[in-house]
Each structure stands twice: as C-alpha cells, then as structure tokens.
C-alpha cells in the first residue's frame, strides 16, 4: 500500500467529531446481506437502542454514502468512521440507524446504486419486527455524491418517509453533463432522474421536510447545486432547513472539530427528533 493510500484510508476511519455519552458502548448486527446471500452483494449493519422490549420499534435513520467510490476499495462504507458514529449517535438518540453499502462505483451505475437503495429501504420495512423497526417513521440522511438519490423520494414523497437530510450533498448532476466522465456514462434523461433539483423544480408545493447542509469552503460546484436546490425547495413553499458551515470542508463532520460542526449535528438531530414525533 502506498502512502497516498493509507493516507486515503486514514482520511475514512477518521471519526464523527460530534459525540454524546454511550456512544462507544452501542454494538450493531453487521454485515447483513440484504440483497441475498451472495459474496458480493450489498451489506447493512443495524444500530439498536440498548434494553428494548421485546416487539418494541423505534423510527430509524438510513445513511446514504456518497460516490463514485472504487468497487475494490479495501474499506467498506460502512466501516467508514462517519458511519459507524452516525449509527451509534442514532442508536444513542433513542432510534434505530442503519449503513448499509450500495453499487455506486461509476455514473454508468447510478440505477443500479438506485435500486440496491430501494432494496435497502424495502429490507428495512419488511424485516422491522426483527430490527425493532417502525416502518412508518423512517429518515433518509445521504452524504456528498449521495445526494442524487434523493430524487426519488422527493418525487414520491411516500408517507413512511418523514424527512430527508442532505450534507455537503450533490443536488443536481446535469451542470456536470460536460465533463467528460459523466457525458459518456449517463443520458441526459438518466441525469434528470437524479437531481433533486429537477424532481423539487416539477412541483407546485414540497411537503416533505428537509434539512441542508453546507459546507462554505466546499467545491463551488456542489455548492452551487445545492443552493438551486434550496431556490427550488423555498419556490415550492417546502418546510426547509439550511445550515451553513461556512469555515467547513467537504465532510465537515469529520474534518472540522468545531463548535459550528457540533451545533449543525446537534440541529441536525432535533429536526429529525420533530420529525418522527408529529
């Protein structure tokens, strides 16, 4: 391994800055195959709240990962430092929190990133007896390139769903349609389909809740897609949420140890917390 590479791996085991008591103490059931039982299918690891009774559900939090992300990479997502503290924080906060991997490893497999995520949602529904899950009180929270695959649910806006939470996410593929990369692997339609953007842009009122976060010191053009995306939320009379960081970079979470990193999490949590009690 080179040093560039451990370097790259270090970057991913680093862990969420923000942190409540027992954090440390929450134990998940790992590497649930929740696409079948192959060797390469997807995986999902399950946070639980300590001492539930039996039957008891609680809401969940599901975690996006971001991508294009390497298909050999050594380090699963939900190995990553920010997803292990994301699903001990939830579990902490009284929910159940849920990372899980999806096929995200070019822009020619958004649909099928697209569908292992519909799988992970659908796995979590059909199985909340066994994951003391409430299936009628879940949250999507995507991170960085997995802010395309909100579009979905934002076009739907299935009850069961009771909000979405973006982070230094991208809103909206199709600015990026000249790179090279992304003209050759994905349709302008195909493109359409994935940006939040587009499916908020399509609507005359937006009544699924949604937070946003930024990062001030992030890519220019990520952040411009997610101020279209708020444009477009706020034209839609959408209950939105926006929260700006603005000394933070791209995955501020876990690179800024910060009081405005910890207060963005701390909000972060409350909105979602309001959520799952209406």
């Known amino acids: 391994m080179t040093d560039e590479q451990g370097g790259f791996l270090a970057t991913l085991r680093a862990p969420l800055v923000y942190s409540i008591p027992g954090m440390e103490t929450v134990t998940a059931r790992r590497d649930i195959a929740y696409r079948g039982a192959a060797e390469n299918t997807p995986r999902m690891d399950v946070y639980t709240p300590a001492n539930l009774r039996a039957g008891e559900r609680r809401p969940a939090a599901l975690f996006i990962h971001g991508g294009p992300i390497p298909p050999s990479l050594p380090l699963q997502a939900t190995e990553w430092g920010v997803y292990r503290g994301y699903g001990a924080l939830a579990a902490m906060s ?39 899950i409430d ?52 349709t302008s339609e195909t493109l359409r389909r994935f940006s939040p953007v587009a499916a908020v842009k399509t609507m005359s009122k937006l009544s699924m809740p949604v937070l946003v976060a930024r990062a001030g010191q992030d890519h220019p053009a990520l952040n411009t897609s997610l101020d279209a995306f708020v444009e477009a939320a706020l034209a839609a009379n959408a209950p939105l949420d926006v929260l700006n960081h603005p000394a933070g970079n791209h995955a501020f979470d876990t690179r800024n140890d910060d009081a405005r990193t910890r207060e963005i999490i701390s909000h972060t949590l409350a909105f979602i917390r309001a959520r799952f009690e209406e």
């Open 94 to 132: 009284g929910w159940v929190g849920v990372t899980f991997t999806h096929r995200f490893f070019g822009f020619d497999q958004l649909e099928q990133a697209a569908d292992d995520i519909a799988a992970a949602i659908a796995y979590v529904r059909d199985h909340a007896d066994e994951l003391n």
């Open 135 to 186: 299936a009628n009180r879940l949250c999507l929270w995507a991170f960085s390139g997995g802010g395309p695959f909100l579009a979905d649910a934002l076009r739907e806006q299935p009850t069961f769903i009771r909000c979405l939470v973006a982070y230094y996410a991208v809103m909206d593929l199709r600015p990026l349609a000249s790179e090279e990369e992304l003209a050759d692997s994905a």
